[in-house]
């Protein structure tokens, strides 16, 4: 008896672990640490999982943002969990009965359930809204044309690109375009952990027929996120039938990820190769122009200016993503309307310490024209010889490209850092290679290379 119930602890224990492990992917570091690793597993007892925290405060902000998808990852983990407590201990040890919170999954009726199965759409995610270059034109004319059609164009529309690159945004984007058009359609939008663990749920109550039906009646449905599917095979089987017989039904399906079908990892074969029959479209890190643009964009619907070398210095230095860049951008408008006056460079740098710092690598020509010469074998000193021949002047095009991209230097000075060279000749290298890396792929993959080895 006493062993069993040390062996039901440290199962519980270990699945804990796993589940910190999962939250802290999603979230990132920064978060996990804020919040989740307050958490203290305390306690099991009755199919009861309890957690402790520190604070009041920390109690309530992780029931409010973190509780669910501790829930969900949870009962992906094991299916008898009925509830998850957290209650406050000031030692994170002892037992506090006052500020005791249950959050019963027993006390809810299986109908509820289904209520609210689509997720809230985000007003200022919308196509009016999205700025559109080069890394995110092929997924925005896909989601526009999803959108727009009566029909079903392709299926399903696979997004995927890295974090904060826009893929909810255009999710949202779609089904706020799909309603305006014709209101009576049913759209379903939810993330692939809502999707898991309504499903669980289902399970639970020996409702999966009610749960299917929900989608049944559906016209769209849109699954953000499915890399968190992954691994988890009755939710996985789930899901594929689901979208099977939606597909079957030819209902728009609608699906992101942070990687593309064939990279995603723990999902199975026939999922892979389903998920990419449609139209895969992915978003590409962001170019410098794009940052520039998504930040002029933004900085118009702010209350307070933000000069426009300060907005190129943020594209110069945060390349990321979009969020950090709303939130550098957030940051300094906050502040300027504070102080009541504009905002210079040194108060940026001040301001933005943190965020500058986490994309700080520089980059500086001359490693560029190492790389650059040694990827392609030529002489470095060719970086700025006057020899003009394909095998040299290539090179020393794609080195003064990515002078131009990933350092801060005006086009003179790239120029005459390569012997001299006019800066209408730098215009002309990045052209080229701009063209030769929409044109021949594996020369893009080169570039691509160049550029990961430059920038870790
Ligand atoms: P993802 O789902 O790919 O992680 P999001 O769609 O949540 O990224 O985007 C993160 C933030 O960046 C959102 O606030 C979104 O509005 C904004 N964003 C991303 N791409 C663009 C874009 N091209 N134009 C305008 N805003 C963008
Ligand atoms: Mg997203």
């Not at 988890?232 to 990687?259: C, G, Y």
């Not at 990892?265 to 998504?294: F, K, N, Q």
């Amino acid at each position: 008896m006493v062993d069993d119930l040390k062996e039901n602890l440290s199962e519980i224990h270990a699945q804990w672990v796993t589940v910190r492990g999962r939250i802290r992917q999603k979230i990132g570091d920064a978060q996990f640490a804020s919040w989740i690793k307050m958490l203290t597993l305390e306690d099991y007892e009755d199919r009861k999982v309890t957690l402790s925290v520190p604070s009041n405060f920390i109690r309530t902000r992780i029931i409010e943002q973190y509780l669910d998808i501790i829930k969900s990852y949870w009962l992906v983990q094991n299916l008898k969990i009925n509830d998850i407590q957290i209650i406050v201990s000031k030692t994170n040890k002892r037992r506090s009965l006052v500020n005791k919170e249950t959050s019963n999954l027993k006390e809810q009726k299986p109908n509820d359930v289904f209520k609210s199965i689509s997720s809230d759409l985000d007003n200022r995610f919308s196509f009016a809204n999205f700025i559109v270059g080069k890394p995110n034109e092929l997924a925005f004319a896909a989601a526009r044309r999803v959108a727009e059609s009566k029909d079903v164009p392709f299926n399903p529309l696979f997004l995927y690109g890295g974090v904060g690159l826009g893929k909810t945004h255009l999710m949202h984007a779609i089904a706020h375009e799909i309603k305006k058009r014709n209101p009576l359609r049913r759209v379903i939008y939810m993330s692939a952990e809502k999707f898991m663990y309504h499903f669980i749920k289902a399970l639970r109550f020996k409702n999966t027929v009610a749960f299917k039906e929900q989608f049944r009646n559906v016209d769209v449905l849109m699954i953000d996120d499915v890399q968190f599917i992954s691994g988890k095979d009755s939710t996985q089987e789930e899901f594929f039938h689901t979208f099977n017989a939606l597909i079957d039904q030819n209902k728009q399906l609608i699906i992101s990820a942070d990687k593309s079908p064939q990279d995603l990892e723990g999902i199975e074969e026939r999922m892979r190769s389903r998920l990419g029959w449609g139209l895969v479209a992915d978003i590409h890190p962001l170019t410098y122009e794009l940052r520039l643009g998504i930040l002029q964009a933004k900085e118009e619907k702010l209350s307070s200016r933000i000069s426009s070398n300060i907005l190129e210095f943020l594209a110069h230095k945060i390349t990321t993503n979009v969020r950090e860049l709303e939130g550098a951008l957030n940051r300094l408008s906050a502040f300027s309307s504070l102080v009541g006056r504009e905002i210079n460079l040194d108060m940026v740098q001040d301001l933005l310490k943190d965020l500058l710092k986490s994309s700080q690598k520089k980059v500086n020509i001359e490693e560029i024209q190492k790389k650059v010469s040694q990827h392609f074998n030529v002489k470095m000193s060719d970086m700025s010889s006057a020899r003009r021949s394909r095998t040299i002047a290539r090179p020393r095009q794609v080195a003064m490209y990515l002078s131009k991209n990933l350092t801060s230097r005006s086009l003179p000075e790239i120029g005459r850092r390569f012997g001299n060279r006019d800066h209408t000749t730098v215009i002309h290298a990045v052209r080229k290679v701009e063209e030769l890396r929409d044109k021949d792929v594996s020369f893009d993959e080169d570039v691509q290379l160049l550029i990961r080895m430059l920038e870790s």
